[in-house]
């Protein structure tokens, strides 16, 4: 019996289009700026996000952490929602790497209220560092994948400028965002200095991200990618799968919201298990299991040996992400294990 893999929407594995795409893509170095698929993928994002010039990076994280160094001087303050990627899940290298302190937020779901952030913001002060940066995360990984009212963002990034803030959004998921709302990503992305986005993840290329941003910024985001360890030579062959990735999987992503959205009713009905299943907007959903006898580490090992793998995200509370690599049916088959091994747990 295939395992059906929940716990990210990053282990999707490329398809047979992807891999040809990939087997078939011309390369050059580009550290010298000749790889001709590489510079496409960057001209494509930047023109998907009305930007003026894109990178191509190895991974979110390090996308957001050149734009960290970017935006900001060693001791500055940089204001973050509590629960972040880059304070969860970045190693610390907001600090190893750019020297900045973060100052943590509570959001709602992971998203941001301007009054807590505009009460979060130095005033300038012998004392206090400087605030010069405000990142926002589109969807919220931790918060379950919710998305940022265009109208709560505009309220935000106009905070921001009013106090000369830099802005730079984790739009990992930010094609799932607009899939969710309608709101193209451009829409978004205009209102930020620099975007981060992921090819690997809902996209399903096997490797990427991208940051777009102005020329100027770019200019000095590609020096950085390169200090940080991230330049790279015949990459064409994994651009090559980002650009297959945005002409192909980017209107499907619909899909996995509407799977997710299943999967999230199916769990209601099990008994002893708690999902708020109008919380679930994008492709992710988040459930718990209170009263359960057992420890989250055994749920999780009981899942598993039924056939379902899923991460867990707190105490006897877990995550489910649908992907490219699941459909309707594993969501019958995944909610009736997760009936066999909840239910009696
Ligand atoms: C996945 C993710 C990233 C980047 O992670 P990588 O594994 O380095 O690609 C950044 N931000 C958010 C919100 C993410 O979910």
Redesign the pocket.
Known sequence: MPVIDLR?D?VTKPTSGMRQAMANAEVGDDVYGEDPTVNRLEAMAAELLGKEAGLFV???????QLCLRLHTQPGDEVIIESS???IR??GGSASSMSGVQLCCVPGTRGLLSPDVVETAIRRPDLHTPSTTLLCL?Q????GGGSVYPLETIHQLTDLARRHGLGLHL????LFNASAKTGVSVAKYACLFDTV?F?L??GLGAPV??MVVSDTARIQKLRRLRKIFGGGMRQVGILAAAGIYALEHHVSRLAEDHVNAKHLAQLLLAIPGLAVDVESVETNMVMFQVPQSSKSTEQLLEDCRKAGVLLNAVGARSFRVVTHLDVNREDMEAAGQIFARVFAGS
């Open positions: 990210s990053t190895p991974t979110g994280v390090m996308g957001n972040a990627h880059i899940y970045e995360e969807t919220h990984n931790v984790d739009g990992a998921r981060s992921c690997s993840k990427g991200s």
